[in-house]
């Protein structure tokens, strides 16, 4: 079974072809860019053949999928014979609100909630919903499936979720904490479960994924019990561009004496704070990196502040499970930046964390377990792969 796995953005769609026959193979992938502008680009990369990338612009969505399908099948550089080997779509979708404990398969009452849904996820669901409604179209008879981001987290309990805001907020609008990043979180968990041979029912895991996009979960007997992010992803950790967590009595402040309007407000906490803020370097962790090794301070700063947020939640989640068995890194961050996970697991040897740092240093993108062996609580590298968990929920809800 071929699954094509979707992530449409508000101008962009990123897309993998799995073979799902036995163990998930990849066929090809990319991403189209810079939808509706004039330097729009479309990038595919088959397995074993070259890579290709046309620069040309790309009006709307329903071009870039028209382009990825017409290439897919392509008889150069294409890995299909015909659309008829897409056996089923899979599509990432930002929130499922408190509709989505779980993944399904795309009806018309599934694209009614997404739809309804973009009141409060209005940079993602109305995105996804296009591309969910421009796949019915190219590939009318091939069944879809809506995997969520924050349904992984549909099992926080109301003490974790509730805001103190007035209640009625809670009940109109349905303002509350989501959380996101679900997949990773839930997939890297069971991961590692499976390969320490654990049961996840009796585990108290911490799981860190730390990308652009940054998270942390407190996974107890295997559902999410609290999680960073919140009612949006600008919740939490300090991340790339977004604040996290912020005085909210600060940004009014702000916005006061700048005269900012909610759009601008909006831009300020999602875009140009974070590393990139504290910095104004980069939002990059490697240009940081290269740039607090030249003596740049704020840089320096950056990676200071970053990694203390990382304690702080690991510490609160150890305080809201009543301990730790499994502290778990993932993401571009967490599977790669040895210096980081050094630093974070420093110095927490009142949770029984001890990593050993020559291995710690040697470890990228790839799993791992860190801990020297008489640490009582296990810390891993654990490699994310979003597509696939969303090719396996897809393959199992079409079959
Ligand atoms: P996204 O949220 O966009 O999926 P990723 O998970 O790809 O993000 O993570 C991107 C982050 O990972 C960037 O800050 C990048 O600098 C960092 N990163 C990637 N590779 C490395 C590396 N080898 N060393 C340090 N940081 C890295």
């Not at 209005?122 to 919903?129: D, T, V």
């Not at 962790?285 to 740049?296: I, K, S, V, Y």
């Amino acid at each position: 079974m071929n699954v094509l796995v979707l992530n449409c953005g508000s101008s962009s769609i990123k897309y993998q072809l799995l073979n799902m026959d036995a163990e998930a193979v990849l066929l090809a992938k990319g991403i189209v860019e810079k939808i509706g502008l004039t330097n729009g680009s479309f990038t595919y990369k088959p397995e074993g053949k070259e890579k290709l990338v046309i620069e040309q612009p790309i009006a709307n969505h329903s071009v870039g999928m028209d382009l990825i399908l017409k290439t897919l099948i392509d008889p150069k550089h294409g890995v299909l014979k015909s659309l008829n080997e897409i056996n089923a779509v899979g599509h990432r979708v930002a929130h499922g609100g408190e509709y989505f404990s779980e993944s399904v398969r795309v009806t018309e009452e599934t694209k009614a909630k997404i739809k309804a849904l973009g009141e409060i996820a209005p940079l993602h669901n109305p995105a996804n919903l296009t591309g969910i409604e421009t796949m019915e179209k190219l590939l009318p008879a091939v069944p879809q499936v809506a995997v969520f981001d924050t349904s992984f987290h549909q099992t926080l309990p109301k003490k974790a979720f509730v805001y103190g805001i007035p209640y009625e907020y809670y009940q109109k609008y349905a303002v509350r904490r989501y959380g996101f990043h679900g997949t990773s979180h839930k997939f890297v968990a069971e991961k590692a479960c499976r390969l320490l041979g654990w049961n996840i029912t009796e585990k108290k895991i911490i799981t860190c994924h730390l990308g652009n996009g940054a998270s942390i979960t407190a996974i107890k007997g295997g559902k999410s019990i609290d999680t960073s992010m919140g009612f949006t992803p600008v919740a939490g950790l300090v991340m790339g561009t977004r604040a996290g967590d912020l005085d909210l009595g600060a940004l009014l402040y702000i916005c006061e004496k700048e005269g900012l309007n909610l759009k601008q407000a909006n831009t300020l906490v999602n875009k140009q704070s974070g590393v990139q803020g504290i910095s104004g370097v980069s939002s990059d962790f490697r240009e940081l990196t290269f740039a607090m090794e030249a003596g740049n301070e704020r840089a320096a700063l950056a990676l200071d502040v970053f990694i203390y947020n990382v304690k702080k939640y690991i510490g609160a989640y150890a305080a809201a499970m009543n301990g730790v068995d499994l502290i778990i890194f993932t993401g571009g961050i967490g599977e790669n930046d040895q210096p980081v996970r050094q630093a974070v697991c420093a110095d927490m040897d009142y949770l029984g964390v001890k990593i050993n740092n020559e291995l710690n240093a040697t470890i990228k993108s790839k799993d791992a377990i860190l801990n020297t062996e008489d640490a009582k609580t296990k810390v891993m590298v654990i490699t994310t792969d979003e597509e696939l968990v969303i090719a396996m929920d897809t393959m199992k809800l079409s079959k």
